[in-house]
């Protein structure tokens, strides 16, 4: 596959702020929680644990690979910005995503996180990661997990280092 539009370098690039711990909430059965592990440089994963019907605080467990018991682990964590439509109605419900264009981007890596723009300018092209400069993020060498999520959402960084996003439609 021809990956032009992606870089990948070792080292972070300048700029940025902290974000070693970013949480995403979809609703009150789904939501999960990054943290970054400065020993391995990377994102470990944890996941909803709690049905939170009565207003109790989030429960997070670690998220296993059923492999091999592993945690899961991210060297990037990117949320992106999307355009999202209802097809159809619940009970039933299915939600149209629309990840063509451009739109606002925050990507973590190495405890830090980049307020970005992600490009995918035609269906064939990979989408990408650009400072609002236009010149290329660079991913860190390794897995990299993404994370969709209204163009309404809200984002809060409710101390330093950790950024917290909750799911809004559209």
């Given at each position: ?90 009970p039933a419900e299915i939600i ?75």
């Amino acid at each position: 596959q021809n990956l032009d539009g992606m870089l990948f370098q070792q080292d972070p690039p300048d700029g940025g702020s902290e974000g070693q711990n970013i949480v995403t909430r979809y609703s009150i059965d789904m939501y999960n929680h990054w943290e970054f592990d400065p020993d391995l440089g990377v994102y470990l994963r944890f996941q909803d644990n709690l049905l939170l019907n009565y207003g109790q605080a989030e429960q997070f467990v670690p998220l296993l690979d059923r492999l091999n018991d592993k945690q899961i682990t991210a060297a990037n964590v990117v949320i992106l910005f999307a355009e999202h439509s209802r097809i159809q109605q619940p009970p039933a419900e299915i939600i149209e995503i629309n990840l063509n264009g451009n739109g606002k981007a925050i990507a973590f890596r190495d405890g830090m996180a980049y307020e970005l723009i992600w490009q995918h300018p035609n269906a064939d092209d990979l989408l990408y990661l650009a400072f609002p400069d236009g010149s290329l993020y660079p991913f860190k060498p390794g897995v990299t997990w993404f994370q969709v999520i209204g163009i309404s959402s809200q984002n809060t960084q409710p101390e330093p280092g950790s950024w917290r996003f909750v799911y809004s439609f559209p």
